[in-house]
């Protein structure tokens, strides 16, 4: 952004013109920065929890640091420092971030999560099957003859994708959307496919069966860069067209469609979105689509490939984006060469913890043992609505003796702490950040002085770090003392490895990282074990004990799965098949336009469009309950129960509802409070979708 500062007041936001992947400039969400930051709820001073009247009272800046260094120490005697939670959620990224870490090593270690709420499934799939989680610049997609938007919603997700898709649609490319919802981005879509949540992984290998049997593939391609096409054909073939069709709930016509335009209507790009790995099953379903690249040549050529995510800028381990909860080394090795189980496998010399799931969250703070939490330290991130199991993670947060939250606003996870300490924005701290689609790295510019009493996430562990009697020796080139001058020149120090990069260069604009690939995997290197795209992937199956092979299994929860057999997630025991079917409809909690997750829905800008949650509802569906538009309803299951307004939309998938996350408590939507802690099948993310509902009409309401 090029930010306009008049009187020390932001005045003025626009797109930084050379970034190449924001042409349209700023989104709603961008511009509403301006009232995100003065906005008079914002929080600008430690406030304390009165444990009398439960309300929250103003504090010093001293009276908060003297109360947090009295907890630490004692908790830090009685029960070692393992007995605190360090949880950071994606909230704002930066190479500052890491410092967090470095104060809890010195504090003598802490217990932290490990996983992600957000992409893990896809980033192991993508990482077991190329080498690598990188892809072409936002730009290359206009080159595409096909573009498969598979669970991805772009327009509202990715906004500035979206320019560069109906620049290869006003070309004469194809747009394919492959979601159970009608959404803004199959506006222009020539086919969009429906399929039953949960159920790509089978719709991908009948596909796949499909382009072999019809030799649509790139021989040349598969020989010299495939491990594993021949197993692979006879495990794909084996998913006929007509089964896919059951399972998936996609008419055959439909699959003999696509499989023809990835056959022969390349470059082929497939932009697949997160919908699809919020499930049990994940790992194998991005495989599965995945495969389909590799099979007809669409990797490493101009127009195609498979845009997931571009950590080719994530060039600092600590900002491995968004995985930068993770002690220093952590992240690196999950997303690069290293494994998650002997990162897993704690050090004994590490005072670190890294034991809890982050999707299991709540269950496993209160099942944590030896020692047992008493505090947690949350910055960052809002847990309460954005975890699973929304009432496990209250009652877990509920059970500590000293919570401190970190954030901008009054938020659910902020309202459960005993100290509320006030949040910067991104004006107020100089950081350097990476990306995760486009392939700059930037720096964000201390624009103005923190607005009231607000301190930087890195002056707070500065200044508790020199209570607990840290000197300038021991800070050195760990935690930046509170200066603009001490930040930049940490932050100088963190891109001297780099040749080229610095704060002067950062300053003039966006920078492409190092060896960056425009088109990725352009040189056809791939950091497999074997050196090529591994569709049979022994890794896997050591790791995950997954078939080595992508293959489809039922989500966990599902209507398909047999009443006398059993499934099980990877975190939890095996369920019957009655049990699992218990629900008839399908939980879908989607982003949404305007806001970040929990994030922009309290401010005026964005509120104009929309101040209220609601479920969406097949007309069908709602008919058979005895439900109208506008008729208020209860969404509910075992876990929790959300009462809403309905809508109904045609172009939902019969047997699925949507109400899009990120609601707070107090908005009556907050959809975590239905969905259980649940891992999916690789890489420790959420099951979020792996959920079953039912809905009824709340009688009398009107
Ligand atoms: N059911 C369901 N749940 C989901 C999802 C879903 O699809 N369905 N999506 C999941 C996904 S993909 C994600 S990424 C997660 C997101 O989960 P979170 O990262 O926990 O969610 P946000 O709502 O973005 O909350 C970020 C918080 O950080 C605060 N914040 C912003 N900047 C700063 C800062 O500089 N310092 C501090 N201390 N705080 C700051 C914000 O005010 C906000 O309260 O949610 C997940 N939850
Ligand atoms: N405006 C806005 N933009 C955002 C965010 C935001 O909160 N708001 N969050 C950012 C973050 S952290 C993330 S992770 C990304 C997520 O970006 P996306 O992946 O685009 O978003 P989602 O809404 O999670 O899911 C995309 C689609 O998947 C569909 N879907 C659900 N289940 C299935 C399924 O089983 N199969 C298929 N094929 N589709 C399915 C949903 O209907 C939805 O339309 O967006 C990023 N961009
Ligand atoms: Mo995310």
Redesign the pocket.
Known sequence: MVVEIEDGRIRRLEAHPENRATPEGI?L?GLSYYERVYSPDRILHPLRKNQGTGEFERVSWNEALDLIVENLERFRVDSGPQSVLYYAG?GTKGLLNGVGMDFWRLYGGCTTTYGDL??PAGLEATRLTLGDNKHSAPWDIAEARLIVM?????S????HQMAFVEQALDGGAKLVV????R?Q?SERAELLIQ??????GALALAIAGLIIDNRWIDVKFVSDHVLGFERFSASARGMTPERAAEITDVPVAYIHRLAELIGTHGPVTISP????Q??TNSGQTMRSILALLAITGNIGKPGAGWVYANLQSQIFDEVKD?IACYPPGFATAQMGQGGLDENLAVDAEDPVRVSISTALLGQQMLATADPPLRMAWVERGNPVTQNPETHTVLDAFRSLEFVVVIDQFLTDTAREADLILPAKTMFEQSDVIGAYWHPYIQIKQKMIEPLGEVKPESEVYYLLARRLGFDEEALAGRIPGPSDAEIESFLEARLAPFEGLSLAELRKGPMLPPDHQEVAFSNFLFSTPSGKIELYSEEAAARWDVEPLPTFTEPVESLRVQESSTVAGPTEPAVTGAESARYPL?F?T????????SQFNNLQMIRQFGDQPFVLMNPDDAAARDIRDGDLAEVFNDRGRLRLGVRLENGLKAGCV?VT??WWISEGGTVNFCSIGRETDMGHGAAF?DNMVDVRRVAGAD
């Open positions: 989104c969400k994606s957000c992409w598979w669970g991805k919603n772009a509202e997700t990715n906004i492959i979601d159970p919802r959404t981005t399929p039953r949540p949960g159920t790509d979105g997160f919908g699809m919020r499930f968004p399908h879908m989607p982003n949404t336009k305007n806001r970040i997750h949507v996350n990120g979708h």
